[in-house]
Structure formats: structure tokens, C-alpha cells
């Protein structure tokens, strides 16, 4: 099975900071990945699906790139909002892996 | 609106089974794949079963292959997950999802609250 490998696990930023967080497939998944961010108590939500387009309603300042084997997740000004745990996940094939979680913090 | 809301999740003895439910409403039910996915109290997560629009293709994450049994009912707008022989480490919030694609493969974009299943003696 291909293992999904985010890193890094947690990351201390500022309100304003550009965030980036990779995603790195064990084998090539094209552009099949998702990026989904879950608050504290909450339902994971949807962010970026096919690798790079993001969802309607999610704001422009998350982007998402890569294709194959390697992939970023990137907050260009990181707002009080956005303090949350990231997972990506492929869907290529099943199993559905996610990764294991990149956790944002406050500073 | 789409929804999803999952029932059934309890206190169980390990060893013992569980059926979960989850109700669909608010798009063409059997146009989609659906999913469950679980969380571990303070844990990432955790895909554990999909299965096709007709049912007639599921698959399981190798923590439950042949414990658990994902199926649907197409006429009810319904999704399940029977959970045989649990195990403590089954103790997880149980998420019903939604396949965003139609024909494909595609991404979870709706979800469920969530049921909590707790297997402890």
C-alpha cells in the first residue's frame, strides 16, 4: 500500500506568517491528493482537492501544488482562523491513506 | 443542504459486534461512493471501508478486514458499517463521507458529525 508522510508533525507560527506543509506519497498518485483541515472538536473539512483547486468558500490564501510523489500545502499570511490540524490524503486507489497530521499552532 | 448523520455508536465489550448508520439526505444518494473514516480519541485519521454506488464494491483497511462490513441501502438513502470482533483500539469517533466524485474517484467532501464507538470491558 502507498504510505502518505507529511511533515513536519507540528509547526509554531505568527498571525501573518507563510505556512507551508508537504505531503510526500510513497509512490506516484498523479494528482490525486486532498488537503482537508480539522478544528479542535470538529469535522474535517475539505480545502484543496486534485492536488491544487481549491474548494469553494476556502479563502485564496491556501494553495496547494505537486504531482506524483511530492506535494505542499501552502498559507501565504496565516490568520487566527486557520489554527488547525492538516491532513492530506490520496484517492488514487483504496486504501484512502491519510497522512498522519500536521498540527499549526500559535506562536 | 447535504447531509450526512451517522447513529448506532455505543460502549461495547470487546469482542462484541455494532452496526453504525448513517443517513444521507440533500443529493442523489446512489450517485456516490461513500466512505467511513475514524478517529481515535487524539488521533489523526483513519480511512476504513469505502463502497461504490450499487454496493457492488467495497474495500476495508487491513485494521478490519473481515471484522467489519460496510454495506447500503440504496432505497433508504443509507449507509452501515457492521463491526464484528471489536478490539479496544476500535475506540474512535466514526465518520460517514462522501465521495466527491461521480463515476470516479474523487475526494471526501461532505462528512457527518460523527458516532462514538467505545469498546471497553
Known amino acids: 500500500d502507498i504510505q502518505m508522510t507529511q511533515s513536519p508533525s507540528s509547526l509554531s507560527a505568527s498571525v501573518g506568517d507563510r505556512v507551508t506543509i508537504t505531503c510526500r506519497a510513497s509512490?506516484?498518485?498523479?494528482?490525486?491528493l486532498a488537503w482537508y483541515q480539522q478544528k479542535p472538536g470538529k469535522v474535517p473539512k475539505l480545502l484543496i482537492s486534485?492536488?491544487?483547486t481549491l474548494q469553494s468558500g476556502v479563502p485564496s490564501r491556501f494553495s496547494g501544488s505537486g504531482s506524483g510523489t511530492d506535494f505542499t500545502l501552502t498559507i501565504s499570511s496565516l490568520q487566527p482562523e486557520d489554527f488547525a490540524t492538516y491532513y492530506c490524503?490520496?484517492?488514487?486507489?483504496?486504501?484512502?491513506?491519510f497522512g498522519q497530521g500536521t498540527k499549526v499552532e500559535i506562536k | 443542504e447535504v447531509r450526512l448523520v451517522e447513529s448506532g455508536g455505543v460502549v461495547v465489550q470487546p469482542g462484541g459486534s455494532l452496526r453504525l448508520s448513517c443517513a444521507a439526505s440533500?443529493?442523489?444518494?446512489?450517485?456516490?461512493?461513500m466512505h467511513w473514516v475514524r478517529q481515535a480519541p487524539g488521533k489523526g485519521l483513519e480511512w476504513v471501508s469505502l463502497?461504490?454506488?450499487?454496493?457492488?464494491?467495497?474495500y476495508y483497511a487491513d485494521s478490519v478486514k473481515g471484522r467489519f462490513t460496510i454495506s447500503r441501502d440504496n432505497s433508504k438513502n443509507s449507509l452501515y458499517l457492521q463491526m464484528n470482533s471489536l478490539r479496544t483500539e476500535d475506540t474512535a469517533l466514526y465518520y460517514c463521507?462522501?465521495?466527491?466524485?461521480?463515476?470516479?474517484?474523487?475526494?471526501?467532501?461532505?462528512w457527518g458529525q460523527g458516532t462514538l464507538v467505545t469498546v471497553s470491558s
Open positions: 463521507a462522501k465521495d466527491e466524485g461521480v463515476g470516479s474517484w474523487g475526494a471526501f467532501d461532505c
Open positions: 463502497i461504490n454506488w450499487d454496493g457492488g464494491n467495497t
Open positions: 440533500g443529493f442523489t444518494f446512489d450517485d456516490y461512493t
Open positions: 486534485a492536488a491544487s
Open positions: 490524503q490520496k484517492y488514487n486507489s483504496a486504501p484512502r491513506t
Open positions: 509512490q506516484g498518485i498523479s494528482n490525486y
